[in-house]
């Protein structure tokens, strides 16, 4: 399962310059490409540079005796270290441990790199409900160098589809919303785990540091949240195995320098994808009741449609159909999409129930509603049959 997961995710970013359909908006894409992408390089960097340096090192405090350095370091390694005190009036720092426990550098790397998974699961399930709907839909249409002579049947194909399934895509939207949702959730969530095995004070670190550079004089926030030398307390069995000996150290944590900056840019960009996520879920929700906003929605992905072949395919169409109809924009020609708006709001005669739409095939081109003639040649832009144009004086 693991190895396929990856296998999805490599593929994910070979497609980011590629051309296959899209089934989804660029909001949803920034969770199970960048997202992703960025989550298991960081934690693919924590894990390489832990296995090239020595993420820890401790050295008995002053006065302590005990066991042996190599043992003293896998113990703290595994049972974590503290946050140092200063004592008072000095800048020196005890060997006794306090304050707050660290013990996420020697899983860290793994956590983040399972986040990066759970990022492109949403796109996953929302492939698996999807069913190349779109694809099956837009077919050569999605070729911006499709044959001329193909595309009349192309676009009567899509015509016809719509017809036919009118209403029917409604649990389409329904799942793409759910999926939406998930996207904002998984944010969310993963800003409150990683707080949590951080030991706390991982929401407000952005904002800790940025604000710390106006402010001297006090321990910076990195420092606080990622220190580079605590303690441990070391308790072992003595040597004749009657007694358990007690040693204070003080350990080094090297990667400490990295993982501060790590971190930092990823609270950076989870607080930005949580509100491009936040304010596309809420987009959604306000468009599908407003007809206004609905048509502003689609004339933003098809500009060159005319505002009142959208109007009347907002009119005509269910929520499911305008969504699928969006999709389709973002997979076809500006200009093919043009004509087959005019083709869709130009078909007046829509089935007003599933019982009465025409279960047959595609329109014949000859004399069909597809059959559209091609724009002037002195004009690049297709125009509607009723728009009047003034001749260049």
Known sequence: MAAMALESVAQAIQGLGSTRVKIDTGAFSLHYRATTTVFVAFGGLLYTTGLMVDP?????????????????????????????????????????????????????????????????????????????????????????????????????????????????????????????????????????????????????YGARVVSHRWVEDQPGPMEEQFPKMTGCRVTLPAADGSDRATTDTICVLTLNALYEKVYLLLWFWLIILSVISGCSLLWRLVTMPIP??????????????????????????????????????????????????????????????????????PTPISDGPCAFKRPDSSSGVFKRPDSTVTPAK
Not at 87 to 94: A, H, K, R, V, Y
Not at 112 to 131: K, M, R
Not at 157 to 180: D, I, K, M, P
């Open 56 to 204: 820890l090192q401790c050295q008995p405090a002053a006065g302590s005796d005990g066991a042996s350095t190599p043992v003293i370091n896998a113990f703290c390694w595994s049972a974590g270290t503290y946050s140092l005190k200063p004592t008072d009036g000095t800048t020196e720092e005890s060997g006794i441990p306090h304050g707050r426990r660290h013990s996420y550098y020697s899983w860290a790397a793994l956590l983040l790199i399972v986040q990066g998974l759970l990022f492109y699961l949403p796109h996953w399930i929302w492939n698996a409900l999807e069913g190349r709907t779109i694809a099956s839909i837009v077919q050569d249409t999605s070729n911006r160098m499709f044959d001329q002579q193909r595309q009349p049947l192309c676009l009567a194909n899509v015509t016809q589809y719509f017809r036919r399934t009118r209403g029917q895509h409604q649990a389409y939207l329904s799942f793409y919303v759910a999926c939406e949702a998930l996207n904002f959730v998984n944010v969310i969530s993963s800003l409150f785990l990683m707080d949590a095995y951080l030991g706390g004070g991982f929401l407000g």
């Open 292 to 361: 206004q906003l609905r048509v502003a929605a689609l004339s933003r992905r098809a500009p060159l449609a005319h505002p009142d072949d959208l109007r009347d395919l907002s009119d005509a169409l269910g929520l499911g159909d305008l969504f699928v109809l969006s999709l389709v924009a973002e997979n076809v020609d500006s200009g093919a999409f043009q004509r087959l708006a005019y083709e869709l709001a130009d078909d007046t005669d829509w089935p007003a129930s599933p019982s009465e739409r025409n279960p047959s095939g």
